[in-house]
């Protein structure tokens, strides 16, 4: 399996700007998960689904934020509209079960200008 | 609130020395407990998962442990290599309904040939 694929690699963008990250999670896992990491705050979790359907989104830092996963294979991270305070790296994850490990993807690191 | 405290932040050995690093959660109550590697720019990779119920955690070279009355884990490395330069995470989860994974700030390691 290619495992966790994240795109684009690197995103640079103006304040304002709306910027949309993708996530293909692996074949057959549950669950996605999407974190934010930062410097100052580490790893956080943002957000995640199961079959689907969003179960936590209390990670979620503001309603800029939104996340949507219109299929098992497919899901993606908006920010509409960006702010430079959202520079990080933004990784997706996957599980075949909420307990089980998490294999995450190379991250997306955006730069917002 | 639930935290999860990395000691230290960052350690340079030489090579083949053994080496311990830390991590302390503030809630006993954990479901299990994980630790990851991150390479520079890249994503993280599960190392080992611990379950409530044990003890400990072998593989290869790696060896961690959990005392969950103290709050506790440790991750032993053996007869270290410059190969295993890299940043340590660990992550609880807590039990109940979340499939949350609270992470460390994590352990810059540097094994100087």
């Known amino acids: 399996d290619a495992g966790v694929i994240q795109s684009p690699r690197h995103e640079v963008t103006e304040m304002g700007q709306e910027v949309t990250l993708r996530c293909k999670p692996i074949s057959g896992h549950d669950y996605l998960f999407w974190y934010r990491q930062t410097m100052m705050r580490g790893l956080e979790l943002l957000i995640y689904?199961?079959?689907?359907?969003?179960?936590?989104d209390s990670g979620m830092p503001e309603d800029r934020f939104s996340a949507k996963m219109p299929n098992a294979s497919f899901s993606t991270l908006k920010i509409q509209p960006s702010e430079p305070r959202d520079s990080a790296v933004y990784f997706c994850?996957?599980?075949?079960?909420?307990?089980?490990?998490?294999?995450f993807g190379p991250g997306t690191r955006l730069t917002v200008l | 609130k639930q935290e999860v405290t990395q000691i230290p932040a960052a350690l340079s050995v030489p090579e083949g020395e053994n080496l311990v690093l830390n991590c302390s959660f503030t809630?006993?109550?954990?479901?299990?407990l994980q630790w990851f590697r991150q390479d520079p720019g890249k994503g993280l990779t599960s190392l080992l998962l611990i379950q409530s119920s044990q003890r400990e955690q072998t593989s290869g070279r790696l060896n961690a442990s959990l005392d969950k009355s103290s709050g506790r884990s440790t991750l032993y490395i053996a007869a270290s290599q410059p190969g295993d330069s890299a940043t340590y995470l660990c992550a609880v989860r807590y039990g109940g309904a979340t499939n949350k994974l609270i992470f460390g700030t994590g352990t810059l390691l540097a094994v100087q040939p």
């Open positions: 689904f199961n079959n689907n359907v969003p179960i936590d």
């Open positions: 994850a996957s599980s075949l079960s909420g307990e089980a490990t998490q294999y």
């Open positions: 809630d006993s109550a954990i479901y299990n």
